[in-house]
C-alpha cells in the first residue's frame, strides 16, 4: 500500500511541479465556463444539466491528453526498466499512475463546484441531478483515463498514445450518433457502448446499475489490458 500511495502521489505531483495541471486546469475551465453560460440563461430555468454535458464532452479531449504521458514517457526516457525493476509489482505501478491522474480529474471537478452555486443562487435547484451528474462525470473519467493509461502502456510516443486514445474515446461519443444508419438488429449493442447514453440518464438525476457497471467494466478491462502490457515488457 505505501509503494501504491508513493507511486500516485509522485504522479500527481508531477502535473503540478510544472506548468501542465495549471494549463489544463485554467484552459478547461474557461472553455467549459464560455460553453456552458452563454447557453444558461436561454434555458430560463436553474439546471446544471448544461454543464455536465459540455463537462462530458471536455473530457473526450482533456483526459487523453493528460494520460498520454503515464507510461509512454517512461518508455522513452528509459525510466520504466528502473521502475520495474524495483521492489514494486506491476499492478502498484499501473494503480498508481491511473490514481495519480484521478487526482487531478478530482480537482478539475471540485473547481466547477463554483458554477453550480452560482447555479444555485439564481434560482431553486433540483440538487437529485447535481449529485448524480457529478457521478456519472468521476464514472466517465475514470473509464477515460483507463483507455488513456492502455494507449499510453503500448508505445513510447506520447503522440500516437494521445491519438490512439482519443479516438477510442470518441467512437464511444460518436456510436450512438450513426445509430439510425446501422441495422436494427445492431441498436442494442451498439446503444449500450455509448457513453453519451449512459451519461443522460445520470445527468437527468437516474442511477442505474447498468449504467454504473458499463463505466466501471470499461474502467477495470482497460487498466487489466495496461497491466498486461506493463508485465509482458517485464518478461521481454
Given at each position: 500500500?505505501?509503494?501504491?500511495?508513493?507511486?500516485?502521489?509522485?504522479?500527481?505531483?508531477?502535473?503540478?511541479?510544472?506548468?501542465?495541471?495549471?494549463?489544463?486546469?485554467?484552459?478547461?475551465?474557461?472553455?467549459?465556463?464560455?460553453?456552458?453560460?452563454?447557453?444558461?440563461?436561454?434555458?430560463?430555468?436553474?439546471?446544471?444539466?448544461?454543464?455536465?454535458?459540455?463537462?462530458?464532452?471536455?473530457?473526450?479531449?482533456t483526459?487523453?491528453?493528460?494520460?498520454?504521458?503515464?507510461?509512454?514517457?517512461?518508455?522513452?526516457?528509459?525510466?520504466?526498466?528502473?521502475?520495474?525493476?524495483?521492489?514494486?509489482?506491476?499492478?502498484?505501478?499501473?494503480?498508481?499512475?491511473?490514481?495519480?491522474?484521478?487526482g487531478?480529474?478530482?480537482?478539475?471537478?471540485?473547481?466547477?463546484?463554483?458554477?453550480?452555486?452560482?447555479?444555485?443562487?439564481?434560482?431553486?435547484?433540483?440538487?437529485?441531478?447535481?449529485?448524480?451528474?457529478?457521478?456519472?462525470?468521476?464514472?466517465?473519467?475514470?473509464?477515460?483515463?483507463?483507455?488513456?493509461?492502455?494507449?499510453?502502456?503500448?508505445?513510447?510516443n506520447?503522440?500516437?498514445?494521445?491519438?490512439?486514445?482519443?479516438?477510442?474515446?470518441?467512437?464511444?461519443?460518436?456510436?450512438?450518433?450513426?445509430?439510425?444508419?446501422?441495422?436494427?438488429?445492431?441498436?442494442?449493442?451498439?446503444?449500450?457502448?455509448?457513453?453519451?447514453?449512459?451519461?443522460d440518464?445520470?445527468?437527468?438525476?437516474?442511477?442505474?446499475?447498468?449504467?454504473?457497471?458499463?463505466?466501471?467494466?470499461?474502467?477495470?478491462?482497460?487498466?487489466?489490458v495496461?497491466?498486461?502490457?506493463?508485465?509482458?515488457?517485464?518478461?521481454?
Amino acid at each position: 500500500m505505501n509503494n501504491l500511495t508513493t507511486i500516485a502521489g509522485r504522479q500527481f505531483r508531477s502535473y503540478f511541479n510544472g506548468p501542465i495541471a495549471y494549463i489544463v486546469i485554467c484552459v478547461f475551465l474557461l472553455v467549459l465556463g464560455f460553453l456552458f453560460w452563454q447557453t444558461f440563461f436561454l434555458q430560463e430555468r436553474a439546471t446544471a444539466r448544461e454543464m455536465f454535458n459540455y463537462f462530458s464532452l471536455i473530457n473526450y479531449f482533456t483526459l487523453p491528453a493528460v494520460t498520454m504521458g503515464l507510461l509512454a514517457e517512461e518508455k522513452r526516457t528509459g525510466t520504466i526498466e528502473l521502475l520495474i525493476t524495483m521492489p514494486v509489482s506491476d499492478a502498484q505501478v499501473i494503480l498508481g499512475k491511473f490514481l495519480g491522474v484521478l487526482g487531478l480529474y478530482l480537482v478539475m471537478m471540485l473547481l466547477t463546484l463554483p458554477y453550480v452555486f452560482s447555479i444555485a443562487s439564481l434560482g431553486d435547484l433540483d440538487w437529485g441531478p447535481v449529485f448524480s451528474g457529478y457521478f456519472g462525470l468521476l464514472l466517465q473519467g475514470m473509464a477515460l483515463i483507463g483507455i488513456g493509461l492502455m494507449c499510453s502502456s503500448f508505445t513510447d510516443n506520447q503522440l500516437i498514445a494521445f491519438f490512439a486514445a482519443l479516438a477510442i474515446s470518441i467512437f464511444f461519443f460518436l456510436v450512438d450518433k450513426f445509430l439510425p444508419l446501422m441495422p436494427r438488429e445492431l441498436h442494442g449493442i451498439l446503444g449500450f457502448v455509448s457513453m453519451d447514453l449512459h451519461l443522460d440518464l445520470l445527468r437527468r438525476g437516474v442511477i442505474a446499475v447498468r449504467d454504473a457497471l458499463f463505466f466501471l467494466s470499461v474502467t477495470a478491462l482497460t487498466v487489466l489490458v495496461a497491466f498486461r502490457a506493463l508485465e509482458s515488457r517485464r518478461w521481454s
